[in-house]
């Protein structure tokens, strides 16, 4: 599923595992960080090891998405 999704980001001759092992290691391109950003759709599934700028990018896009629904949460059981 996430080559299906993946296809265009993926660097050239990358994206094969090898072997059947669970975890596979990919080089994606982006054409900026926030193109990143759908990589979050796979939740805790992936991992960006680099670059920083797009660890980060995603963190902060999660811990906003954290605290909406948080709040959400809270203001629902306060009702």
């Not at 660097?11 to 391109?29: F, M, P, T, Y």
């Not at 982006?30 to 670059?51: I, K, N, T």
């Amino acid at each position: 599923m996430f080559r299906r999704i993946c296809v265009s980001p993926l660097a050239e001759g990358q994206g094969d595992e090898g072997d059947d092992s669970e975890w596979a290691v990919v080089a994606l391109r982006f054409g900026a960080v926030p193109a990143a950003r759908m990589l979050l759709s796979f939740g805790g599934d992936v991992e960006v090891v680099s670059p920083p700028e797009v660890r980060d990018d995603l963190a902060a896009v999660a811990a906003a998405t954290v605290g909406l629904y948080d709040r959400t949460l809270h203001h629902r059981t306060r009702v």
